[in-house]
């Protein structure tokens, strides 16, 4: 009686880690988020947005660039302050509502203390010429890191091809230039840059 070899096994399948974009990277829990979004709000003094890029893409590495602006981009169509609609849709999208109303507490709670005080120092003390001086440099270094942020965002609509970024100019000169209603932009552009999508993407 002969010896039967054991069948040979398929070697097994190779998981694709995240269509090549990046490995998994284990989501935040409910407090990691709200201590997430509470520095993001204690630094984030003239704009939280290159804050919360920073720390979602770059530092946590909870989302990819591509889908921080597809958040982002549901954050900007919505009615309200941006970063409260991003903190509400990312927290809400790990977490569901629970989720949303954490990364909004750790978002708002520290910048209500903070201009809590200052609104009354400022009462005070706003007439002083130094204080105005002081405002005006922070103003200038805000305006740095938004375009920073900014510039960042649009570094994965280069692989979207130029129809990507000619939306993005005309969006731009028609809201920022020529002064145009922003609901109207919306209505004009958003069409457009869905069915832009969904040809380079079928």
């Known amino acids: 009686m002969t010896d039967v070899p054991p069948l040979a096994q398929p070697p097994a399948p190779i998981e694709p880690d995240g269509a090549g974009e990046r490995p998994a990277v284990p989501q935040p829990g409910l407090r990691e988020l709200f201590r997430a979004f509470f520095n993001m709000?204690?630094?984030?003094?003239?704009?939280?947005?290159?804050?919360?890029?920073?720390?979602i893409v770059d530092d946590k590495k909870w989302m990819t660039p591509q889908e921080f602006n597809e958040a982002f981009a549901v954050s900007q169509f919505l009615p309200g302050a941006n970063i409260v609609n991003l903190a509400v849709v990312f927290g809400g999208r790990l977490h569901g509502a629970t989720g949303a109303a954490v990364a909004l507490a750790g978002l708002l709670i520290p910048p209500m203390v903070i201009v809590i005080t200052l609104g009354a120092l400022y009462s005070r003390f706003g007439?002083?010429?130094a204080l105005q001086r002081i405002l005006g440099g922070v103003a200038?270094?805000?305006?740095?890191?938004?375009?920073?942020?900014?510039?960042?965002?649009m570094q994965p609509l280069w692989r979207e091809g130029?129809?990507?970024?000619?939306?993005?100019?005309?969006?731009?000169?028609?809201?920022g230039i020529l002064?145009?209603?922003l609901p109207l932009v919306l209505l004009a552009m958003t069409p457009l840059s869905i069915a832009y999508a969904w040809w380079v993407r079928r």
């Open 41 to 55: 709000a204690l630094h984030g003094f003239g704009g939280v947005l290159p804050w919360a890029r920073r720390t």
């Open 127 to 129: 007439d002083m010429d």
């Open 140 to 153: 200038a270094a805000a305006v740095g890191m938004i375009a920073g942020a900014v510039i960042k965002m």
């Open 162 to 175: 130029a129809g990507a970024i000619a939306i993005a100019i005309v969006a731009f000169v028609a809201v």
């Open 179 to 181: 002064r145009l209603s």
